[in-house]
Structure formats: C-alpha cells, structure tokens
C-alpha cells in the first residue's frame, strides 16, 4: 500500500522492553517506516530493550523521584504540547488504562482523534474495561477499538457492546525470527524444554510448571527446564526449583536478548499461564520449528494450537494432565515429529505482511 499523504502514526506504550505488547508496538514500528508513515514512540516510562522504528518521546525522562502531582502535571503537558505540535492522524495506544482519572483526562485533552486502544489481556481492569459506564466514557471518541485476540473480543463485547470493536493478533516476523534463530547460543549441548516469562506477578504460573516438570519422566530422561524471564518473583521460584524433586535440572537463564536460537533448539515450549491476551512465546516458538505445550487459558492458546498438529492443548489448570503432556510430548516420536513438522506453517498466518495489511485497511 502506498500513501499518497504521509501518515502520522504515534505509537503510545508504557515502556519498549520486556513485555508483549511492548514487543508488537516496536515490531509494528518497523512495518509502518516502511509503508512510507511518519512514525513517533511516546513512552511513559524509561525502559528500552527492543530495536524500535522512528522518533521517540521518552516521557520517563522526565519523571522524578517524588512523581507528585507537579511533576505529573509536567509530563502531562509535554505530552499535550508534542500533540498539538504533530497533528497525529491515527493514535495506537499499547499501554495498561487503568487510572481512571488519568485517562479520562487522556481521552478528553489529547487521544480525542483517530484513537485506536488496544487490549492485550484477559483481564479487562487493566484497560478500564470492566465497568461499562466508565468503558463507555473513556472509548466513545475512538476510531477503533482492536482486542487482540477474538477471545478477548468476545469478552469485551459481553461487558459493553462496542460497535466499533474488532480483533487483530499480534503479529510476528518470521524472516527475522528464522535469521536470528541460527545464531549460536550457551545451552546447545544440553536437551530441554523451554519457558518464558516476566516474573513479576505470578500470572505466568512457573511454579505450577516446576512442579509439573519435577512430576514428570523428562528429569530422569535428563530433559532439563530452561526457564527465561526475570522479575521480582525470580529468587522465589529459584529457591521452590531448588527444593524440588528436579533440583539441578531446572535453569534460570535471567532475560535474554535473543532467545530465539535457544526456542529453535529446544524439544518443544511450555506455557502455564492462569491467564493470557495472545502469548507471543507460543507464536515465536513455532516460528523457530519448536512444538508447544499449553494450558487452554483464556485467552489465546486455543488461537494458536491446532491440538496434536503442532502442539498440545491441555486441560486449563489441570496438572495431571499437563504432566500427561510434558511426558507423551517427550516420548511419542510420532506425535513430536507430525508437531515440529507443522509447526512454522501454522504461524505463517500471524506473519507481519498479514497482521501489517490488517492495520492498514484499518487506517
């Protein structure tokens, strides 16, 4: 598609590091610079680990220690002044919409044109969606609403019947991943089986996997656990991993920056979450070939597997069962070889060409 007016994109996130919505905010960046767009980042907090596109705002910058209501006030017109000087035409926020009076004040004074809030997650408070009356005041100016998977649409909808609400997945670049997954890496001699996560609340359940792991045959097949993620919750599941039945076999590798080579070397992927939005760890696994095992938690895991065709979907919450999984993805050699053999296909769907032309018969 080519502009024939140069569009104004901002891209509105908490920070560029780390999270899932923060990595398709910057992978998004990419694709618009090259449809011709003039692309801008604003950031609330000074946090940047992911290769982005385009001009930044980095609003953490300016935030101090104290962060009183002065110092908010300052960042507040900062933002309105970058707004009024850029004349945006379309707004993509990213980021969690969960102080209300901050975003009401958003909604009215700046994000009051061509405003596209996403919603990343099942949990709907994040994003000022589960109380209609206020749902309706913060998104009744918006030129779309995109949930990002059709099961958080769905749930969306039974909260508050948004006439302009739609679905878009996240999108992957599978060129970039299948490049950067050949890249040679510290656990080649090993045989694992892969997890990852931030560890900053206990959403992403590692526990429950340590103890699934440590349940299973894979540590007397000496299959080890690497797990990959930090966060504040990190020494607690170090030390429960520790004290397990699998003590020595389960690996904290901390964050990485391209954990793609060690996705494309491992058996296959686990994701254990109590919840989801759409888990890029599942997509980006199966872009490197590497089957997945998963929890069937809302929402997003039953997008993407196609059970028994490139992964396994598991009874939500159920242990046994995902024991069960860990132990028949491991042993059943015809079962892993029909999933890897399918694998990368299914996610071609989700590629950036796709999910990038999605956004701009949007716009």
């Known amino acids: ?11 509105v996130g908490d920070s560029l590091a780390n999270g899932g919505a923060e990595k398709v905010q910057a992978r998004l960046s990419f694709f618009f610079l090259k449809q011709g767009m003039d692309v801008h980042h604003i950031i609330v907090t000074d946090q940047i680990s992911y290769a982005y596109a385009g001009k930044l705002l980095n609003l953490g910058l300016e935030k101090n220690q104290t962060n009183g209501i002065s110092n908010k006030l300052k960042r507040f017109y900062i933002l309105k002044q970058y707004f009024h000087k850029n004349k945006f035409d379309y707004i993509i926020d990213f980021r969690c919409r969960h102080k209300k009076i901050q975003e009401l004040a958003l909604s ?49 909808q039974q909260i508050y019947p948004f006439p302009n609400l739609s679905s878009i997945y996240n999108p992957i670049d599978l060129e970039e991943i299948t490049i950067k997954s050949k890249e040679p890496h510290s656990y080649s001699l090993l045989k694992y089986i892969t997890a990852i996560g931030r560890m900053d609340s206990p959403i992403k359940q590692f526990d429950v996997l340590i103890k699934a792991y440590s349940e299973s045959r894979l540590p007397d097949l000496d299959i080890q656990l690497l797990i990959i993620g930090d966060g504040i919750l990190k020494p607690h599941l170090e030390h429960i991993a520790q004290n397990s039945e699998a003590a020595g076999k389960i690996i904290f590798t901390g964050n990485l920056a391209n954990p793609f080579p060690i996705l494309a070397s491992s058996l296959f992927t ?20 590497t089957p997945v095992v998963s929890f069937d938690c809302p929402t997003g895991p039953s997008e993407i597997i196609q059970h028994r065709n490139n992964g396994l979907l598991v009874t939500d919450q159920d242990l046994t069962a995902l024991v069960n999984a860990l132990n028949e993805m491991a ?10 053999a399918n694998a990368k296909n299914s996610v071609s769907r989700f590629d950036i060409k796709q999910i990038g032309e999605k956004w701009l018969q949007l716009f």
């Open 1 to 11: 598609m080519k502009n024939t007016v140069t569009l104004k994109i901002a891209l």
């Open 108 to 156: 009215v004074f700046i994000f009051n044109k061509g405003y596209i809030p996403t919603i990343h997650h099942y949990n709907l408070a994040w994003y000022a969606v589960s109380n209609s009356i206020l749902s309706k005041l913060l998104y009744k100016n918006t030129h779309r609403i995109i949930a990002v998977s059709e099961g958080i649409e769905k749930k969306v």
């Open 270 to 289: 686990v994701l254990t979450s109590k919840n989801e939005g759409f888990p890029n760890v599942l997509l980006e696994s199966l872009a490197c070939s």
């Open 331 to 340: 042993t059943d050699n015809d079962l892993y070889n029909c999933c890897q």
